[in-house]
């Protein structure tokens, strides 16, 4: 059974920084492409940045690039959003997701929350 | 960016109805729409790829159509697990975007 689980969301000051992980399982994660998407009320989903199988191409969002760096170890089937210089706008529950032509599979999420 | 549009925002219906979602991107995206269901606290589950292809597991009452710019959902008889939002999304054209979603609640 495939599973992603995310981990690493909180509450976080206005530029500070913040890392997620996603665990994957069930599945070779070193055969796919990841993707990190999230999603507020207000605007909806939002995919973020992805990262190819070996991690030799990583592609952002233009609000969040600069700011955030995906990574991934295929060693320990895990997959990260770096993210620094957080803003109030970063807060959002983040998805991992493997990239399958669309968005297979999804994590459960983790919540990120950008506030003084 | 590929901007996708939904239609109607809301669908109120009772059990048993049909469904007719609408999904309209600013550019033709060819074929390559899917759909997504999302439940209150969950993730979205993906449940058509490539515009009319059904996920694994996904029952077969629900079914996906178009290419280009108009896509439907159609959902042939609604369940009491169906109601939720729906979301479509787009991959062709970089960055990968979806849209606002139609929420199905019950009637």
């Known amino acids: 059974e495939v599973q992603l689980v995310e981990s690493g969301g909180g509450l976080v000051q206005p530029g500070g920084s913040l890392r997620l992980s996603c665990t994957a399982s069930?599945?070779?994660?070193?055969?796919?492409?990841m993707s990190w998407i999230r999603q507020t009320p207000g605007k909806g989903l939002e995919w973020v940045a992805n990262?190819?199988?070996?991690?030799?191409?990583?592609y952002f969002i233009d609000p969040v690039r600069g700011r955030f760096s995906i990574s991934r170890d295929n060693a320990k089937n895990s997959l990260y959003l770096h993210m620094k210089t957080l803003r109030a706008e970063d807060t959002a529950v983040y998805y991992c997701?493997?990239?399958?032509?669309?968005?297979?599979?999804w994590g459960q999420g983790a919540l990120v929350t950008v506030s003084s | 960016e590929t901007v996708l549009t939904q239609s109607p925002a809301t669908l109120s219906l009772s059990p048993g109805e049909g469904a007719t979602l609408s999904c309209r991107a600013s550019q033709s995206v060819g074929t390559s729409l899917a759909w997504y269901q999302q439940k209150r606290g969950q993730a979205p589950r993906l449940l058509i790829y490539?515009?009319?292809n059904r996920a694994t597991g996904v029952p077969a009452r629900f079914s996906g159509s178009g290419s280009g710019t108009d896509f439907t959902l159609t959902i042939s008889s609604l369940e009491p697990e169906d109601f939720g939002i729906y979301y479509c999304?787009?991959?062709?054209?970089?960055?990968?975007?979806f849209g606002p979603g139609t929420k199905v609640d019950i009637k």
């Open positions: 997701a493997r990239e399958n032509g669309p968005f297979d599979y």
């Open positions: 069930g599945f070779s994660f070193s055969n796919f492409w």
């Open positions: 490539d515009a009319s």
């Open positions: 999304q787009q991959r062709i054209k970089w960055p990968p975007t």
């Open positions: 990262i190819k199988e070996d991690g030799s191409q990583k």
